[in-house]
């Protein structure tokens, strides 16, 4: 079975600093997607990058990036230029593109000004 | 606007009771998805949906029943047997050509 673990329940970071967000999963699906997604206070969950097994590159959204080591299955989350509306919980998830979509436990990222 | 509504935002429920939590989605999106959310932890899968009049249980299926008997809805069921219902439930919907999954808002489930 997949699973999904991100090893960090808390983080905190500097307004303007950089900061990465870990995440480890289990497969033995070759081509999946992988996803990270933002649950600020409001509760609802915004997509913030996502990124296609069979690629290699990096996927990249303005101020987030990821590190996709797939041999590794490791998938982290790196936030440049922290602002404090990046404060929320952050998941990290799994399809397997037969319908099963799974996530982590979540980080609570802190941006303190 | 296309997306997916979830209802009711709050949802008491006695002991003993049987409680339904809508969620419809104009998308057109075939897949569809319950979670769980406990506070300050992570999403668990309930049921999930491929397809009409099909669904398959996820990780924390006792105690839950769904239905999907139309592409647009997909309502869960709390049944008296899932002894600590308290929870934020989510819905969530996917398409086979955008992977990404679409939310509704969420419903907060409290047992009084």
């Known amino acids: 079975a997949q699973t999904v673990t991100q090893s960090q329940p808390e983080m905190s970071v500097q307004e303007a600093e950089t900061v990465t967000l870990s995440c480890t999963y289990d497969?033995?699906?070759?081509?999946?997607?992988l996803f990270w997604y933002k649950q600020p206070p409001s509760r609802q969950m915004i997509l913030v990058i996502r990124q296609e097994a069979y690629k290699q590159q990096n996927a990249t959204e303005n101020r987030f990036s990821v590190n996709f080591q797939k041999a590794a299955k490791s998938f982290s989350l790196k936030i440049s230029d922290s602002q404090l509306g990046d404060t929320a919980m952050y998941f990290c998830a799994f399809d397997d593109r037969w319908g099963k979509l799974i996530f982590g436990q979540g980080t609570t990222l802190q941006v303190k000004p | 606007d296309g997306g997916i509504t979830q209802s009711p935002k709050y949802l008491f429920r006695k002991e003993g009771q049987n409680v339904t939590l809508s969620c419809e989605q104009n998308?057109?999106?075939?897949?569809m998805y319950w979670y769980r959310q406990d506070p300050g932890q992570g999403l668990r899968l309930i049921y999930y949906?491929?397809?009409?009049?099909?669904?398959q249980k996820g990780d924390i299926a006792e105690g839950y029943s769904v239905s999907r008997e139309k592409k647009e809805s997909f309502p869960l069921t709390v049944t008296s047997a899932q002894k600590n219902p308290t929870a934020f439930y989510l819905c969530?919907?996917?398409?086979?050509?955008?992977?990404?999954?679409?939310f509704g808002q969420g419903t907060r489930l409290t047992v009084v």
């Open positions: 969530a919907s996917t398409s086979n050509q955008m992977p990404e999954a679409f």
């Open positions: 949906s491929q397809i009409v009049n099909d669904f």
């Open positions: 497969t033995s699906e070759n081509n999946y997607y």
């Open positions: 998308l057109n999106h075939d897949a």
